[in-house]
């Protein structure tokens, strides 16, 4: 199926104060890393999902407004969702776990979707994983069973493209800190991020993207404080 194009319009100050932060908390809006023509600028309250087209040649800026706030995210060619995000063909072709500058984000039949072209953070995650229901029910106990998770908030963004579960894969995680250590051993620990730290991504075929700001309040993930993210698309004079 082919992707909509359309962006609504949205008071960024009312989005900003939709959440309930922990006292002190510094929101940074700062600014697309790369200039160009504005084709969306639109802040994604905590705790909620947002999806979005971006266009061949076009830079996603994903700003970190509130510091270390999860962006869980999925892309998909906008031409044919069966062509997805693919973690396996990412991380075997990039010869790395970790994501950053330069890294080529693949898809499952191995084509280029996006690539990260301005990364503010160290490293950037692709195999911690997404919340759910379920999981946090499993992991933290029965009684978070009424939290949602970012699979939620991708099957929210999902139903709107006439997609479904059987959409939703392995996915990225801006701003969120899993460090493999020299054994392999695996950790989801307090974030490396900072308010208004950024990543940019060009989209190397037309592509669509949902982004969950991560609800979670049961481990470190978003420092127990959700914060919003804002997403912005540019694009640059060369690419006209
Ligand atoms: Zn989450």
């Given amino acids: 199926m082919t992707a909509a194009l359309g962006y609504a ?15 002190g908390t510094v929101l940074d809006l700062s600014e697309p890393m790369v200039p160009g023509r504005v084709v969306c600028d639109q802040i994604v309250a905590a705790r909620t999902p ?26 998909y060619n906008a031409a044919d969702t069966d062509e997805r995000y693919s973690v396996p063909d990412t991380i075997a072709m990039n010869g790395n776990v970790y994501v950053r500058t330069g890294t080529v984000l693949r898809s499952n039949l191995g084509n280029p979707l996006m690539t990260v072209v301005g990364n503010e953070v160290d490293r950037q995650d692709t195999i911690g994983g997404a919340c759910s229901k379920e999981s946090n029910t499993l992991r933290y106990g029965h009684h978070t069973y009424a939290e949602h998770g970012c699979r939620e908030n991708f099957l929210y963004e999902a139903s709107k493209y006439g997609m479904g579960v059987r959409d939703l894969v392995s996915n990225l995680n801006w701003f969120m800190n899993v460090p493999v250590e020299a054994d392999g051993t695996l950790g989801i620990v307090d974030g490396i991020s900072a308010p208004g730290k950024r990543v940019a991504l060009r989209a190397e075929m037309d592509v669509l993207v949902f982004v969950s700001a991560c609800p979670q309040m049961n481990n470190p993930c978003n420092d127990f404080n959700p914060t919003p993210l804002r997403m912005v698309i540019t694009e640059p004079e060369e690419a006209r």
């Avoid at 960024?12 to 932060?21: E, I, K, Q, T």
């Fill in 9 to 23: 319009t949205v008071a960024p100050d009312a989005v900003l104060d939709a959440g309930s932060y922990v006292p």
């Fill in 50 to 75: 947002w999806s979005g087209t971006v266009r061949a040649g076009q830079v996603l800026t994903i700003v970190d407004v509130g510091a270390n706030e999860s962006g869980d995210c999925l892309i």
